[in-house]
């Protein structure tokens, strides 16, 4: 699949349309050089692209291409593809969620993408939000102008964030065609939920709960999952169907990913964003988490643009800490 397709995009509300494609795009300032928590060593920062020059992530302008370190080379992958020969701009767009990996000094060694899912839109609804579905995945458009632009079977790649309630609240949409053709290849990413002998549930969020979509499957699907899938394990799911048929799509493949939550031991973190489920504990001991993934705050935690208060479900934030033992240790939380 070639990386990049035809590009326009809605920068800030102003909507550039040529030809098929289209982008959504955060905007914001650059804010603030500190990376990995704010160590400024090793770690890893995943959130929206919102600048280049080299690129910048969660306020932080990594080094890439011209303006890396000596000895340094960026390490470009998009969508399980190297492209680490080609220059930020040309392979990346403003609100693709990517996960970087960097080094002190904020040299950037590796820049991964995956986009949420690719599919033609099957439904649109309007409402208290937008919204609309590829492959049994709901996705919301906060851009209304963006969303009167789709139409039934544009076929689709989306890059955002797990809300809440499940759904992709998409911070790019590329429109890749404007319908399928027979044979083409579509995906949805997502975590396995509900497992049986022939099939399980997708969706964005660890647990299961919110949105998600059935998974028929068999043994040549699985050929690439040594040991079959398992409940929790996060999924590329590969099918033909172009909508699910029955409450259910066929897998033609399904392979093992690395959800962009799932950190080493001991990583200095900087991790963009929506809060999944209320808040507990009291005080400054508090449990959350951000697309499933747990965080954890003590009386050390500092907070930037909101109280611990405004930790509420679907709130945008960026969590900067530790990974210690399976949960995000906070030290510093920065609401967007």
Sequence with gaps: ???RGQTARLRCGVLLLTLASFGLSACGGTGSEFAGGGTGGTGISSGPITGFGSVVVNGVHFRTDDNVAPGFVTKKMFNGMDNTSKKDRDLFRVGMVVTVRHAPDNNAVEIEYRDNLEGPVATKSTGTVNTFTVLGQIVVVDDAAVFASLNRNDVVEVSGF?????????????????????GDEF???????????SGFRIGPLPDGSGSTVTVSYDAAAISRLPGGPANGMYVQVTTTDTEPAGGSVTATRVEKLVARTDFPEKTAVDLEGLVTTPRSGSGSVLSFAVEGKRVQTDTNTEFAGGTAADIQPDARLQVQGTETGGILAAARIIFR
């Design 1 to 3: 699949m070639n990386p």
């Design 162 to 182: 797990g809300d809440a309630a499940g759904r992709i609240r998409a911070t790019y949409i590329e429109r890749k065609q404007q319908s399928p053709h027979s």
């Design 187 to 197: 995906e949805v990413k997502g975590f396995v939920s509900g497992l049986s002998s």
